[in-house]
């Protein structure tokens, strides 16, 4: 063993290369705050899944149940799966943190689609490995080129779908053709974090392709149309090699008390999420037709946000100073190579109408 004394501790290499997450502003100007910069849900959480949390504060002396199991009996009787496929995590940022850093290791490679969501490069630089980044058309994943980009070298593809910032997705037929490609030993990930908004026939999470095959896993979140991002909660199903690799490495505790109790009465809380859906199926369309109709190409989006793409004249940066004097806060697309677009979450009604009419006023 070399002892190094000198200088001082130094992080693995990649690590001081990566630019550190950018969240969601939550400050604007006014009153009347719109924050649609972070896809939070409108609606907030299930009035059952507060009360659940809240009972879980007499016992905070406790430690959770390490093995989160009534969560993984509720997700796993809601879905149709094996409870014991199942891993929860603090988000599904952890999870896909836990996969990245099991799978991958200097000298490997990791593929993501161009606009691809930008926690999984994160992962990938944050265990030495490198990014093979696959070009996009029409702010969509194109399979051939993420066929393309898997090299000898390649552990692990991340494909969000919905995908995050565009909200463009693949047809499940497509990600068989992906998975179809892949050598067997590269862990496919499907993060799925938006499936519950999509209502397009030809969609699939990925469940069929996880239970078929054992280099797939899928990620879900309760981020997202459950509204209890602030709880940080994700689960993960997974073949059973993978789903023992990782609770090895995981945290022992990693998912609180609360969050476990919140996430069994949300998944039991089916009326509230179909009314997100039913909310999202409304405003989502309204919003793409009135917006495109002033002028900024809206990408088509299957998830709860959308991605406004101004023309040239209009910077985005503009708009998003002029959105913010009205007290709206969109999110800036530049860490995605994205300078001249903005993300919009869909809010509730007024916030859609004022995000609508300051456009208007933004682009006349
Ligand atoms: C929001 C989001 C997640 C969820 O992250 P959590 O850690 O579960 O809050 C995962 N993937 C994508 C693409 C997302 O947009």
């Known amino acids: 063993m070399t002892i190094t004394a000198t200088g001082r501790p130094q992080p693995r290499p990649g690590i001081l290369e990566i630019e550190a997450y950018v969240p969601g502003k939550s400050q604007a100007k006014g009153t009347r705050i719109h924050k649609l910069s972070s896809n939070e849900s409108p609606l907030g959480a299930s009035p059952r899944a507060i009360e659940a949390y809240r009972a879980t504060a007499t016992t905070l002396e406790r430690y959770p149940d390490g093995s989160a199991t009534a969560l993984r009996n509720a997700i796993a009787a809601r879905y149709g799966l094996s409870a014991d496929r199942i891993v929860c995590g603090a988000g599904s940022d952890e999870l896909l943190q836990l996969l990245a850093h099991a799978y991958l290791g200097e000298g490997d490679e990791a593929v993501y689609s161009q606009y691809g969501f930008l926690v999984y490069p994160i992962a990938i630089a944050a265990n030495g490995a490198r990014s093979i980044v696959a070009p996009e058309s029409n702010q969509t994943t194109d399979v051939d080129a993420m066929i393309r980009a898997v090299t000898p070298r390649t552990r692990m593809v991340f494909l969000a779908n919905p995908n995050n910032p565009t909200g463009t997705y693949l047809p ?51 981020s997202k149309i459950f509204g209890l991002a602030a709880l940080r909660l994700g689960w993960l199903y997974g073949p059973a090699h993978v789903v023992d690799v990782l609770n090895r490495i995981r945290g022992p505790f990693n998912v609180s008390s609360g969050a476990i109790a919140a996430g069994v009465a949300a998944m039991e809380d089916q009326a509230f999420v179909e009314r997100a859906i039913a909310h999202n199926s409304e405003w989502l369309p309204w919003l793409a037709a009135e917006i495109g109709r002033l002028g900024i190409a809206v ?37 995605y190579g994205l300078p ?19 456009l208007k006023d933004f682009m006349s």
Request: glycine share 6%; no cysteine.
């Open 172 to 222: 499940f037929s497509e990600v068989k053709r992906l998975h179809a490609a892949l050598p067997a030993g590269v862990l496919l990930v499907l993060d799925a974090a938006y499936a519950e908004f999509v209502r397009n026939n030809d969609y699939e999470a990925g469940v069929a392709l996880v239970s078929e095959h054992e280099n797939v896993v899928m990620t879900r979140t309760f």
């Open 299 to 335: 990408t088509p989006s299957v998830g709860n946000f959308l991605l406004l793409n101004f023309p040239s004249g209009k910077p985005a940066a503009a708009a998003d100073a002029f959105l913010q004097e009205r007290g709206i806060i969109a999110r800036r697309m530049d860490a």
């Open 340 to 358: 001249g677009a903005l993300r919009l979450t869909v809010g509730d009604a007024e916030a859609n109408r004022d995000v609508v009419a300051a």
